[in-house]
């Protein structure tokens, strides 16, 4: 009896970590802090999105930023969830300051462990992003957060 107890207390012990791992290697890819200063990758979406020029125009896109009329819809959706009463309008999108607080924002929503290929992915093709589709503006995200 005392056998048979010893290994399911080994079998419990082993399956009560394996959710504990699975977790660690989500956290691994990106990094797990509420902290996390995003300024340098807004800097380069900001250049490779309009060279700086916060009164840029391209389709419904607009702004530094290039933020749709879609993004802003789903910015004061999680805002609705998260109860707050602040609301984005569509004016907002020409305001630097407003662009990076819905980058912000849709990053705490939707990339909670700050993983910085799957922000910049995001960002450029949606929430349903395609790796192939996104590869050249991610590369050049990359290349100007390396200099």
Request: net charge positive.
């Amino acid at each position: 009896m005392k056998r048979r107890n010893k290994i399911v207390l080994l079998i419990l012990i082993v399956f009560m970590f394996i959710p504990v791992s699975g977790f660690a290697a989500e956290t691994t890819k990106g990094v797990d802090s509420k902290n996390y200063d995003w300024n340098p990758v807004m800097e380069a979406i900001v250049q490779v999105e309009s060279h700086g020029n916060i009164r840029a125009k391209r389709g419904s896109s607009v702004g530094a930023m290039q933020i749709t009329p879609i993004l802003v819809v789903e910015c004061n959706q999680i805002l609705k969830k998260r109860k707050s009463k602040k609301r984005y309008k569509l004016s907002d999108r020409f305001s630097l300051s407003k662009s990076k607080e819905m980058f912000l924002l849709i990053q705490s929503y939707y990339n909670p462990f700050n993983n910085i290929e799957k922000a910049v992915r995001l960002w450029n093709g949606g929430l349903n992003f395609s790796i192939q589709r996104t590869q050249r503006y991610f590369e050049k995200v990359m290349n100007l957060l390396k200099n």
